[in-house]
């Protein structure tokens, strides 16, 4: 994360005409804050364009505006920046867009506001009380055939290019065909983009051949599979000798559910059997990514003025990386852990999430906190035997990578923990022995109430 003087300082000493922030992971969107309250302080006249994965119109509008007295504005993505520059750069263009703006995030506000005061929240006593109960006499958790580590060095890409969805890598590109034409390979039946789509699918399996003939690229990977028990809303890890190794801690959801059907309020540490039960369950992890050399060769390609074949290496890079994610999980359920050796899904079925058990990964819905991925690289060593590292904000290094933790509980499902109340927070504090200032500032996304200043 590129600290805020270096931003300001660089904008003020280049002269610059507008500042632009981008974030990819929730940490982010804090400092993006920080960079606002900072450019009021200093008293800068410049606009402050917001962008990235994590960001949202609505949070520029509610957290981020209020702090700066200049024009400040979320872009959804970089092909929309040059539209919103020139205006903001245009004399007779900017008041009339800029009074827009303003009109349209003061309604956001207010909806924030009444949004807030009609959401109700169970105390997490209560959430606990109505958790997800499982008969674990019912079930019986399958034991890993190989617990420990296992690691995946040079894979081979020919093996992930069955699994790749495609389907994303023609967003990175804004190509979205209209129903029934829009998924992969339909959409280059679209009328509208099926043309283009073609066109850049083409130039991505050209790439991809010469990425795995020249050896552009290397994908590392490793899976790691533990015991493990629940005890509240936490899953404890265990060498296999019965030796704590380490805490995944978890959030439950709060907000209070409006169905008729009563309907549990559930915590990642549901779907892994209680100490108290005596039953013996496992936890797997995987960390991956086929993006070793994506910096060094995209450099080559910018120094020769070639942008379109660095996005291009990067969204061919990010659709390896998670075919890689699609395969390692697949081979973990079916020979690493062994729980569903008898399954036989294609593709699609996988993209489809057909299979059975869940992979939700820190800072996420489910869990939405990435300081849990700390426990994931102590656990299973994870930078030094695959050189995956994680930055100061705990985003993935390279940024081609995917990491997920692994439930085998036939009744585990993906689910959002939502907004969380002040009495969660607190309580989440404690059992991570971390200040209140500083999980808010990781979770302060899924924050159901304004942290005091």
């Given amino acids: ?145 190989k617990l420990g580590v296992t690691v995946f060095k040079d894979f081979d890409l020919n093996i992930l290019i069955p699994y790749i969805d495609w389907k994303p890598f023609f967003d990175v590109w804004q190509l979205r065909g209209k129903y029934p034409n829009r998924g992969f390979p339909k959409i280059f039946d679209d009328k509208d983009v099926g043309a283009e789509a073609k066109q850049v699918h083409s130039t991505a399996m050209s790439m991809l051949t010469t990425i795995i003939e020249e050896k552009w690229l290397k994908a590392h990977g490793i899976v790691g599979l533990f015991r493990a028990s629940s005890v509240g809303d936490d899953i404890k890890v265990y060498s296999e000798t019965g030796e704590e190794q380490g805490t995944f801690f978890g959030l439950r959801q709060q907000v209070v559910k409006t169905s008729q059907v009563s309907k549990p309020y559930m915590c990642l540490s549901d779907f892994v059997a209680p100490k108290i039960s005596g039953v013996e369950d496992y936890i797997g992890m995987f960390a991956v990514s086929a993006g070793f050399g994506v910096n060094e060769k995209c450099k080559i390609f910018e120094a020769e003025l070639d942008d379109y074949s660095a996005i291009m290496l990067k969204a061919v890079a990010d659709r390896l990386s998670e075919a890689f994610a699609e395969y390692i999980h697949e081979h973990m359920r079916k020979e690493l852990w062994g ?109 159901g109430y304004e942290p005091e200043s």
């Fill in 1 to 145: 994360m590129t600290p805020c003087e270096k931003i300001l300082s660089t904008a003020i000493n280049e002269g610059a005409d507008i500042v632009g922030l981008s974030g990819l992971i929730t940490p982010s969107l804090e400092e993006m804050i920080h960079v606002a309250k900072e450019m009021e302080r200093l008293k800068m006249k410049l606009p402050l364009l917001i962008g990235g994965a994590t960001t949202s119109k609505a949070h520029t509008a509610v957290k981020i505006a209020p702090q700066y007295s200049q024009p400040t504005i979320h872009v959804l993505d970089a092909s929309k920046s040059v539209v919103v520059a020139s205006a903001l750069l245009d004399e007779t263009a900017k008041y009339d867009f800029v009074e827009e703006i303003s009109e349209e995030y003061d309604f956001i506000r207010e909806e924030y506001r009444d949004s807030q005061q009609e959401s109700k929240y169970l105390s997490l006593e209560e959430a606990r009380a109505r958790a997800l109960h499982i008969d674990w006499t019912c079930h019986i958790p399958v034991k890993p055939k």
């Fill in 339 to 447: 729980y569903a050796s008898k399954e036989e899904l294609d593709a699609s079925a996988l993209h489809r999430i057909k299979y059975d058990g869940i992979r939700p990964a820190p800072g996420y819905p489910s869990q939405p906190d990435h300081t849990e991925k700390l426990t994931m690289w102590r656990l299973m060593n994870v930078q030094n035997l695959t050189g995956i590292k994680l930055t100061e904000s705990l985003a993935m290094q390279p940024a081609a990578s995917v990491s997920a933790l692994c439930i085998a509980q036939p009744q585990s499902e993906y689910f959002a923990v939502g907004r969380l109340a002040q009495d969660q927070v607190r309580d989440y504090s404690v059992r991570k022995s971390m200040s209140i200032e500083e999980v808010q500032k990781w979770l302060s996304a899924s924050l």
